[in-house]
């Protein structure tokens, strides 16, 4: 067990772990194969899975400082390259814009339909993986998509209707300075623009879940200011828990890639109290630990200088 001295919350010895990319699955009626990296520990069985959504724009490297600390501590990590990633560079006219955010969601569901192939092709790793224990994680975009898996209800632009996308497969979500509801509060940049963030309805969601959100994630996509991105917290139902990072922007403090350039607030300290609660979440909800968990409680209690932890 190790002692982090700048948050004062405790977590397992980190691994050695092992990532492999790309995988590539079959998608015709996406209309790009899908690129997938999985980074797992190279010990260990009956590993649970976590699967990460990438922010808008970003691809299947981003995001180390999270997926680095979640396999080494006994994580399987599965990431896509989505649609909306600029490696793609899909055209401003090209049809499926408007619908990347369903995209997402089929290529998780793609993944997790797959789970077991790209199992068996990362060297070690076969027969290591519990499918029955999976998480849904995501960053900004990615934490709508992670929403949806759980029960998050979005309506669709085009036919109106608002469709339940979830998947069984998924226990639980970690939601990353996420997007709240739509309707009159969203800006007008973001009501032409991301017309998937008009209408969402949080209160189908009943899985467990954590949500991350920034007291300084002032986004131009809402009227509301930082208090916006605690939506998918205060709206949903079920066991729910919302991290505060205390000075925290949209990137907080760094988790999207080490020496990330979009990252505005850049601090160490913010990226190792996301890693290190996230972590104890995850070994809380698949049921490996709940020590590091019950001690993130206790710790980050008001006063707290990077952050404070509440639950319902």
Known sequence: MTTYQTTGLTGPAPTPTVSIKPLVLSAPQRGEDLHVRVTAPITGAGLPVVLFAHGFGSNLDGYAPLVDHWASSGFVVVQATHLDSK?????????????????????????????????????????????????????????????????????????????????SRVMASIQLATAGKGDDELTPFAHENLPWLRDQDFSHITAPGLVVAGD????????????????????????????????????????????????????????ALVQQVTLAYLRHVTGIDHNDWNNAQMVLTDGHPLGHLESK
């Open 87 to 167: 490696r793609l560079n899909i055209a401003a006219g090209d049809p499926r814009r408007t619908q990347m955010w369903r995209h997402r969601v089929q290529d998780m569901q793609r993944i997790l339909d797959e789970l077991a192939t790209m199992e068996a092709a990362v060297p070690g790793l076969a027969g290591r993986v519990d499918h029955r224990r999976v998480v849904a994680a995501g960053h900004s975009f990615g934490g709508q998509t992670a929403g949806i898996l759980v029960g998050l209800r979005v309506r669709d632009p085009h036919s109106g209707i608002a469709e339940d996308l979830s998947d």
């Open 216 to 271: 300084k994630d002032d986004l131009p996509l809402s009227t509301r200011g930082p208090a916006w991105t605690t939506d998918p917290y205060t709206l949903s139902r079920g066991s729910k828990s919302l991290l505060s990072v205390h000075g925290a922007e949209h990137f907080l403090g760094g988790i999207s890639g080490y020496q990330a350039a979009e990252t505005t607030d850049e601090d160490p300290d913010r990226v």
